[in-house]
């Protein structure tokens, strides 16, 4: 969630996509620990300047060990993008808009509270929390004293990295949440709401009023704590993210984009329809409103048109696919219906449940993909490109519905590679 979070977003849910190189002690990594810890020896005066007691310092640094991990993790360049349409089977898919529902009754009571605190509804506040932790079930492993000492230390970004390591150091002085519990991304996001430490202290409000922070093990903190960060952003309570439209025949996909904003009358007046055919405006916008249209497949598929709180929703993790993922959850959770507009594919992405399923499918023909996680990692993409290959489909790597119907189709399944 930290808008300068590097080379994309170091969320959980998407390092849970990587395998850990096992930490085997090399001769320059131990060096590399010793250079660490003479680092944090000169980092400790500037952190005592940011408002880290010397004795802070020594308690809660005293015996971390570096994790050169995560110096991979900040060079990692994916060579695999996901496509928008797979991006977002994955996160808006039947288990996540089930589980939020459950989630909209559980915390009924809280989110009402958050809402007439913060002016921002249950199913926005929820959707977040789906999207960025799962509900708070996957909120990252790495202890983040070690994983942003590491990076303060080591790599591209320091000063950044320095800044979160004294806020998280600062967290465990004022005793918010305990050193033990303190674990989140890689990059140090955080908790139910995965906020990166400056951020936290800037937004994270105590909700169930005892005296702490804490987004780690307190849902209400968390869910108002996003609230807040969406209504400091500039969340308009009144205000539909946006919706999706219909575009006129030849319209100029040039005048798309985020920041070309016009009055939502001139958008009708180009011939832009609600998806449903009916004119603008609706949704109770007014014909002033400032908008924008999304176009995130290109002119070919889905349109939207997006509010100034589309960009509050961008404000979290700076990436329009993410806060699409969102937005439209928040629909979905409300009852609203799927896209009514095919994405320019004729092979559809897959919800975790069928990741899982073409996983199970491959790993019965003898591939050693790991775990069944849900998540298409390099193991799995390789399976899936020899079984591509077997089947004569392009050999992309890409979990899609193509691959999995046949794969389906093939029983039972034969062993297909050596055990
Ligand atoms: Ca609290």
Redesign the pocket.
Known sequence: MSPLAPTGRPRAAVLAAFVLVAGCATHAQAQTQAQFEQCLVRLQPAAQKAGVEAASFRQFTQGTQADFTVLEKLDYQPEFKLAIWDYLAGLVDDERIADGRAMLQRHAATLQQVAAAYGVDPATVVAVWGVESNYGRITGKYPLVSALGTLSCFGRRQDYFRGEFFAALRILQRGDIAPERLTGSWAGAFGHTQFMPATYERLAV???G?G???LVD?SA?ALASTANFLRRGGWQSDLPWGFEVRLPPGFDPALAGRKNKRPLAEWAERGIVAVDGQKLPNSGLAAGERTAILLPAGPRGPAFLVTRNFDVIYGYNAAESYALAIAHLADRLRGGAPFATPWPTDDPGLSRAERRELQTLLAARGHDIGEIDGALGERSRTAIKLEQTRLGQEASGRGGQKILNALRSEQPPQATVAQ
């Open positions: 105590d909700f169930d005892d702490r922070r804490d307190n903190d």
